[in-house]
Each structure stands twice: as C-alpha cells, then as structure tokens.
C-alpha cells in the first residue's frame, strides 16, 4: 500500500478507480491508502468504508486517459489534483438488470388521454365553482337597497378574493396546458438546444417571450409564442374587466346608523310652524281640520307599499303621506338627518280605526231644516244638524271625550240628492287613533288630546258653539270629503278614518321639528350590476378555459407526455449533458446550449418491441397526424446484458435506433457519455 504524491496525482497505476465523495474543497479529512493490484480503496485502520461497487478497471483506465489528454491537447500541460483528492462528480455502477427491468412503463394512449383529462376537468371544474360563488356574492349584495361601510368592506374582500383565486386557477389551467403540448412541439420539429431548454420551459410567459426572440429565425414558433402571450394577456384582461361590470353607486335610500335625528314634534298642531307660543285648543284645532283637508292633495300608498317600506326602513323621500291598509288607515313616520336632510322611513307607526252605524233620515233630510228625525231600530228619535243645505254632507264632532281618551265621536248627516240617488242617512262612527308602535323616545308619541283632535278633526273648525258640545263643517256634494259618493256606514268611517290619518301625516311635514338622539339617517350605497356583461365575461371564462385544455389534451396525447418533474427531465436530456463530463457545473442553460451545438428531436428509439424515449439529432420530426408506438419503454437491450455495470457501446448504438433513423444524419454529435463516437467526430475531435 502506498499514498500518491501530489506529481502523481494524475498519473495513478491502471488499477486506480474513481469512487463517489462528497465534493469538498481541500483535501479530505483523512487519509487514504490505494492499492496496486485492486480497484478498490483500502481504509485506513481507524476508517471505516461503505459504498458502491467500483467500475471496473478498464473502464476506469479509459476514461482517465482520455479525461488527460483532452486537457494536456487543450492547455498543453496535465492536469494536477491535489494528493488523495476524490473526483469532483459523483460517479454510480448502474443497477443490474434485474432493478432495471421493474422500471419499465407501458405507454397507452387512451389511459393518458385519461389522466390529462382527469387533470385538466379538475381545474374547470374548481374554475366553475368560483365563478359560481362569484355570481352568487354579487346576486346576494346587489339585491340590498342599502350598504354600508361594513358591507362595502366585506363585499369587495370576498370579490377580490374570488377573481383572485379565478386568475390564478384560470393561468395555472393555462400552464398546465402549455406543459402538455411543449412535448408534442418538441417532438413535431427540430430545434437548437436553446430552443429546446425555452420550449420545456414555456409555463413561463418570461421564456415564451425569449423564446420567441431565440428562435425569430422561424416565423410559425415566433407566431405561436406570440398568440400564447396574447391569450394569456387576454384571461388577466378579461378577469380584470369583471370588476368594471358592477359598482357602488349612490342607494335611492338611506342607512339608519345611531346619532342626532330630526323628528317632528307632536305634543301641539301649530299653526304656521311656530312653536314659539303654545297654541289655543281652538288653533289647533282648526289646524288639525286644515292638515286633514289638503292631505287628499297627497298620495296614499296601500297594505304592499306600507311592508316594502316597513321592511326596507329607508327613502330617499318620504312618498305617501298615509296607507290605506282596507280595514284601517295607517302612517309610517319618517326622519331626517339634520345634516343632510334626508329623509328615512322608520319602524313607528300609528293608525285609524272606526266603527259606524248608520240610520235613515225621514224627516228633514232635503236638508231645508236643521231639525230632523231618524229611524232607531224602527224608533223615531230627532236630531239637531249644526248647518245643512240641498245635497251637502256635514260633520259634527263631539269635543268632549264620550267614546275613550283617544277617540271622538263624529256624527254625519247626507242630505238627499235625488239626481244621485243618495238617500238621506245619518252615521254615528266612534274614531280612534292608536298610540305610536314602537316609539323608544317620549318625543315619538302623540298624547290623548291631539290623538282625539286627529280623529275628529273632519268635523272641527275651531269654534265652539253656545249650548252644545258638538263642531261641525260643512262639506259640498262634489267635494272630495262629501260621504255622497258612499254607500255605507263602513264607508263613511273609512273617510273619516283617511282624514284623521292625513291630519298626523301633514302634521308630520307643518309641525316644528327637534333634535334628538336616535336613529340617524345617512346617504347609503348600493350595488348597481351591468349583469349582461357580467355573465357573458364569466361564462367567456370558463369557455375559454375548457376549450384550451381540451385542446392541449388532444393535441398531446400522441406523444408521450412525461410527469412535469425536474428529475423526470433531467433523465430525458442525460444523453445530452453527459458529454460535458464533470465540467460545466456552474453553467446556465444558454451557456451549455452554446458549448453543445445541435439541433434535436424528441422521438422514440425500438428495439425488439421495446421502445425508449430519448432526446437526439437522429431522431425524425414526428409527422403532425403520427404518434408515438404504444408499448413498454425502457426494457432489456444489448447494453443492459454487460456484466458489473459495463455498457457495451458497439452494441448499444445498434441496439436502440432511432424510429425513422435510416436517413437520419448523426454528423457532428456524440451520443453520450460512454457511448461509441461516430467515426468522423472521433477524428475530428482528435484533431482539435
């Protein structure tokens, strides 16, 4: 046993084999005996040794020989290592035939047509689930009247989120489609080495755009790079404009937040807004009766507008002064925000009800006289009218309390009019007024006396007569209070009930005002979408997406669509980077394809029914409509059969020919590392 000198460090005997270490720099922690008559390394004593089997001796010899003179050929000195310095690569026997041969893989088309589509569906699908949520998000939110900062908030989250995971399933959909079809392309024409590392490389937009610099020389791959970085471009555009096809507009309504509100004071009927002096009952109550008669100037709203507002709980304007709920009449109070002024409609409520007898009038009812009788249950009973005349209708009202603390007693006397064919009748009707439903501040109610003012304020004046209890106004036939155009006792109390509800409703818009803290009405937003554009742009999304998948798939399953992993490619292109040897570590892809200058074709090798996929010069141009043989890859050849790990070149070449190689030309390329060099490069390599 003896240890080399650094002189001899390249100069080792014939029986010297390189073994795999770990690259270091500087000599190793130990030191190592080599042996003369084997190729294998003796440990020291205090070493111990576990490793792979040597290659053998020859190959060893081969190797380093020729490894030498290259170097001394090309700088014209030998090369020097430093003493018991390892190869700087790793060095590994293949494995024996028998671990190769559970390495096979059979290649059939119709169970990769399978898996592509199984991979391709599941991103459609996903990409179809989004733009489902997305659909119902916006549907959700477009049909709130009103949002407020929060919603806005929240919605443009889930928004931005949604498009977000759309863009990127869409463009990993894209990618994986690219992947696909890059091994069809690679195999359908040749292309530089440069070409070939940018073109398994196109899931980058950054590489198909220096692809299509690399390879300007050939305007069909610079047109398909270019058409593949316009339809990516177009689906970020595309998810992009989905956000321009909705927006946050002004609400017609308003949001109710806590704050100072406006409301209307209650507590009196002020004539002409002026709450500087509390008014006389006789003011108030001619104002009630002046409120009720112009409300009919107003519009009423019925039972479905009183629920959508109800429910709604905000307007840009208050739109009916009272609602006509069939059996009583109702007012929905409304604030303001003192600020903005806008108005909202509230949860408060107040209503009318009646309940109206009628009896027929057979004395005095032309309306000549103010005396007149009446039919009781078949019992004559007289009855004095304040006022009457041919075809009028007038209202008395009791001011004192007979019927309840909110209810007034209203009687109405119709004269005949015998063109009409309106009988004289006399109604009582007793008229309530509710208190306010849920009113949570004192200023929200209205007390019992201007409750009972609103009820029979249609027969009020303000004056009140000597020796009687009883007000009352007197209306013509065509005028739009007169009860002429009734039929019934309901019907009367029906009008009435409208007057007494109109009172409160202008009441609500004359009254003074205060502020208080409650329910602020502010300005809200709304979601307003173009839902014509909306569709079509998602819908074009998902079609889109389906259609290139599909194609991909299609297109690529006549080759052999290897797993997108760097170890699997990497075992594709072996053949190639095999010829730099140990060197070329540090080396980028352009740099390497410059070192290995050729032009190369992914195909299929045959040998005996088995078939092997590599990446060579030799290699055909796979026709448009061809495809790759179904069969097992990577079997047994002559080369397998060599004994200890050696591979027999001179049979290996024969062995695996390349589908289609009779006039394919190999001038000017190695096949490999360790593989037999054509004759005319092997001179011409000499030569350098």
């Given at each position: 046993m003896r240890t080399p000198t650094r002189a001899q460090s390249f100069d080792q005997p014939s029986s010297y084999t390189p073994r795999s270490h770990p690259v270091r720099y500087g000599y190793p922690p130990h030191k190592e005996a080599w042996s003369e008559t084997n190729s294998v390394r003796s440990p020291t004593p205090n070493q111990s040794f576990d490793g792979p089997p040597r290659l053998k001796t020859s190959q060893s010899t081969t190797t380093l020989q020729r490894v030498k003179g290259a170097f001394e050929n090309r700088y014209g000195q030998s090369p020097s290592l430093p003493p018991g310095s390892p190869p700087l690569q790793s060095s590994y026997t293949p494995f024996d035939l028998g671990l190769r041969r559970p390495l096979a893989r059979k290649f059939d088309p119709q169970r990769q047509l399978l898996r592509l589509l199984i991979k391709g569906f599941t991103r459609w699908i996903l990409t179809i689930l989004i733009i489902v949520a997305t659909v119902v998000t916006v549907w959700a939110y477009s049909h709130r009247k009103v949002l407020d900062g929060r919603d806005k908030r929240v919605f443009s989250a889930l928004t931005t989120g949604l498009l977000l995971v759309l863009n990127i399933n869409v463009q990993s959909s894209f990618k994986q489609a690219a992947i696909f079809m890059r091994w069809k392309i690679i195999s359908n024409r040749r292309q530089t080495l440069r070409e070939l590392d940018l073109t398994l490389g196109v899931d980058s937009m950054a590489r198909v755009l220096k692809l299509a610099w690399v390879a300007r020389a050939k305007p069909l791959m610079v047109l398909l790079c270019m058409a593949w970085l316009m339809l990516n471009i177009s689906m970020f555009v595309l998810v992009a404009v989905v956000q321009l096809t909705y927006s946050m507009e002004d609400s017609l309504g308003t949001l109710v937040t806590n704050g100072p509100v406006r409301i209307v004071k209650m507590d009196h009927y002020y004539p002409k807004n002026n709450s500087a002096d509390i008014p006389s009952l006789g003011a108030e109550q001619s104002a009630a009766h002046t409120y009720g008669y112009i409300s009919s100037s107003y519009v009423q709203g019925n039972a479905s507008d009183f629920e959508r507002l109800r429910g709604e709980g905000i307007s840009q304007l208050a739109e009916f002064i009272s609602f006509n709920m069939v059996d009583h009449w109702a007012y929905l109070y409304f604030d303001s925000n003192p600020t903005t002024h806008a108005t909202f409609y509230t949860s408060r409520t107040v209503n009318a009800t009646w309940l109206c007898a009628g009896y027929d009038v057979v004395q005095g009812g032309d309306g000549s006289t103010v005396d007149i009788t009446y039919l009781d249950g078949g019992v004559r009973q007289p009855f004095t009218v304040g006022e009457t005349?041919?075809?009028?209708?007038?209202?008395?009202?009791?001011?004192?309390?007979?019927?309840?603390?909110?209810?007034?007693?209203?009687?109405?006397?119709?004269?005949?009019?015998?063109?009409?064919?309106?009988?004289?009748?006399?109604?009582?009707?007793?008229?309530?007024?509710?208190?306010?439903?849920?009113?949570?501040?004192?200023?929200?109610?209205?007390?019992?006396?201007?409750?009972?003012?609103?009820?029979?304020?249609?027969?009020?004046?303000?004056?009140?007569?000597?020796?009687?209890?009883?007000?009352?106004?007197?209306?013509?036939?065509?005028?739009?209070?007169?009860?002429?155009?009734?039929?019934?006792?309901?019907?009367?109390?029906?009008?009435?009930?409208?007057?007494?509800?109109?009172?409160i409703g202008v009441a609500q818009e004359q009254n003074p005002t205060a502020i208080v803290e409650g329910q602020l009405a502010v300005r809200g937003t709304s979601l307003v979408v173009r839902w014509k554009y909306f569709l079509l742009i998602l819908f074009a999304l998902g079609a889109v997406q389906l259609i290139i998948f599909v194609f991909a798939v299609l297109f690529s399953n006549s080759v052999v669509v290897k797993d997108d992993s760097r170890l699997a490619i990497a075992r594709l292109l072996r053949p190639i980077v095999d010829r730099l040897g140990s060197a070329g570590c540090v080396l980028d892809g352009e740099d390497i394809s410059k070192t290995l200058r050729a032009e190369v074709v992914y195909g299929v090798r045959e040998s005996g029914g088995w078939h092997h996929l590599d990446v060579g010069p030799d290699i055909l141009p796979l026709k448009v409509f061809d495809s790759f043989p179904a069969g097992w890859y990577d079997g047994e050849s002559e080369r397998d059969e060599g004994q200890g790990g050696e591979w027999t070149t001179s049979a290996s070449v024969s062995a695996l020919k390349p589908v289609g190689s009779e006039t394919a030309s190999m001038d000017g390329w190695d096949d490999g590392y360790g593989y037999q060099r054509r004759r005319e490069r092997a001179t011409k390599w000499k030569t350098e």
């Open positions: 005349g041919p075809g009028a209708t007038t209202y008395m009202t009791e001011t004192e309390e007979v019927c309840g603390p909110r209810c007034s007693r209203v009687w109405t006397f119709q004269t005949e009019i015998a063109q009409s064919g309106v009988k004289p009748t006399l109604y009582d009707c007793n008229v309530t007024v509710s208190q306010v439903s849920n009113a949570y501040l004192p200023e929200h109610g209205i007390p019992d006396l201007q409750a009972r003012i609103a009820a029979g304020s249609i027969g009020l004046e303000g004056f009140q007569h000597q020796n009687t209890t009883k007000q009352w106004v007197r209306y013509r036939d065509n005028d739009w209070w007169a009860a002429s155009q009734t039929n019934s006792a309901q019907d009367v109390g029906w009008l009435i009930g409208q007057y007494a509800i109109g009172t």
